[in-house]
C-alpha cells in the first residue's frame, strides 16, 4: 500500500516569508509525528499528533512554528517568517496507536527547505 | 530523560567482512530500541527493534542487533557486508510518550 507521501519534495524560499509543508500518513494510522533534520545530524523532535488528544508540541523550536492535523489524516506544518537557521529537511511519520510503544514509525521522503 | 548515543561518525569496512555500528542507550524503565537506515536524499527506513525477548534481534537486509541490558548497548551488526549497505544509520529510542529519540547517526561506508 501507500507509504507516508510529504509535499513539496524541495522548498526554497526567502527569508522572512511563511511557509506550509503538507503530510499525507498511511490509512489508519493514527499517530502522526514532525521531526527536523539538519544537515549532518540526527532528527530532532517537533510535533506530534495522537487520534483527538491534545497534539505534543514540546519539540517545537519556537512559535514561528506551528503544526495543524485534520482528524487522523492529513497534517500541515507551517513555518512563519522563516529564517536560514531553519534550513533543513522536514520529516513526517505515521505509526498505528502510539499506546504502543512497539509500533514502528514510517517516514516520508521530506521536505528539504532552503531559507536564502 | 532518555537518550542514544553513536560514538563512531563513521565506520569503514571491506565488503565481505562482518560490520558493527555502536549504540548505547540510557533510560528510564524497559527501552524499546530502533534502528533505522537512510539512503541518500532518502526518507529514514525501518530496519528492526527491540521490545521485549530474545536479545538478539533480526531484521531486514540481514541485519541484526545485539540487545545488551548490563552494557545498555544495542549495536547493529552483519556477518558480511555489501557496497550497498552503505548509508546513515541510526539508533533511536521510544519515550514514554511516543516520540523517537535519535542519536547523531553513523555512516557506514562499505568499500568493494
Known amino acids: 500500500g501507500a507509504g507516508v507521501s510529504q509535499s513539496p519534495s524541495n522548498k526554497v524560499t526567502e527569508k522572512g516569508k511563511d511557509v506550509e509543508l503538507r503530510c499525507d500518513p498511511i490509512s489508519g494510522h493514527t499517530a502522526l509525528y514532525w521531526y527536523r533534520q539538519r544537515l549532518g545530524q540526527g532528527l530532532e523532535f517537533l510535533i506530534y499528533?495522537?487520534?483527538?488528544?491534545?497534539?505534543?508540541k514540546s519539540g517545537l523550536p519556537s512559535d514561528r512554528f506551528s503544526a495543524e492535523r485534520t482528524g487522523e489524516s492529513v497534517s500541515t506544518l507551517t513555518i512563519q517568517r522563516t529564517q536560514q537557521e531553519d534550513s533543513a529537511v522536514y520529516l513526517c511519520?505515521?505509526?498505528?496507536?502510539?499506546?504502543?510503544?512497539?509500533?514502528?514509525?514510517?517516514f516520508g521522503p521530506g521536505t528539504r527547505l532552503t531559507v536564502l | 530523560a532518555q537518550s542514544v548515543a553513536q560514538p563512531e561518525d563513521q565506520v569503514n569496512v571491506a565488503e565481505g567482512n562482518p560490520l558493527t555500528v555502536k549504540c548505547t542507550y540510557s533510560v528510564s524503565g524497559n527501552p524499546y530500541l530502533f534502528w533505522y537506515v537512510q539512503y541518500p536524499n532518502r526518507g529514514l527506513q525501518f530496519l528492526l527493534k527491540y521490545i521485549t525477548g530474545d536479545n538478539l534481534v533480526k531484521g531486514s537486509y540481514g541485519f541484526e542487533a545485539e540487545f545488551n541490558k548490563s552494557q545498555t548497548s544495542f549495536h547493529l551488526k552483519k556477518p558480511s557486508a555489501l557496497v550497498s549497505d552503505s548509508a546513515l544509520y541510526f539508533c533511536?529510542?521510544?519515550?514514554?510518550?511516543?516520540?523517537?529519540?535519535f542519536g547523531q547517526g553513523t555512516t557506514l561506508q562499505v568499500k568493494p
Open positions: 499528533f495522537q487520534g483527538n488528544s491534545a497534539p505534543d
Open positions: 533511536a529510542v521510544r519515550d514514554g510518550r511516543g516520540k523517537l529519540i
Open positions: 511519520a505515521s505509526s498505528p496507536y502510539s499506546g504502543s510503544l512497539g509500533n514502528e514509525q514510517f
